[in-house]
């Protein structure tokens, strides 16, 4: 199992875009949805600016954008 590093909303944002995701819509609070048109799927990101985002919670995006943590970093 790859060793996730502590990241922030922007940073997991940047590679979701670079994987082909775009903005959806603004969920509750300070949660966004984001959408891949390709492969059809969305994952929630919540944007607290300048707070790590918590290692279960990246691990839970990465999984439900369907990549693996190697794919998700080397974006």
Do not use: C
């Not at 990246?58 to 943590?69: D, S």
């Amino acid at each position: 199992m790859t060793k996730l590093p502590a990241l922030i909303a922007r940073d997991v944002i940047r590679k979701l875009k670079r994987s082909g995701f775009v903005f959806d819509r603004q969920a509750k609070g300070s949660h966004e949805i984001w959408y891949n048109p390709i492969t059809k799927r969305r994952t929630t990101i919540p944007n607290h600016p300048g707070v790590g985002i918590p290692k279960g919670t990246l691990r839970a995006t990465i999984k439900e954008a369907g990549l693996t943590v190697e794919e998700f970093l080397e974006l």
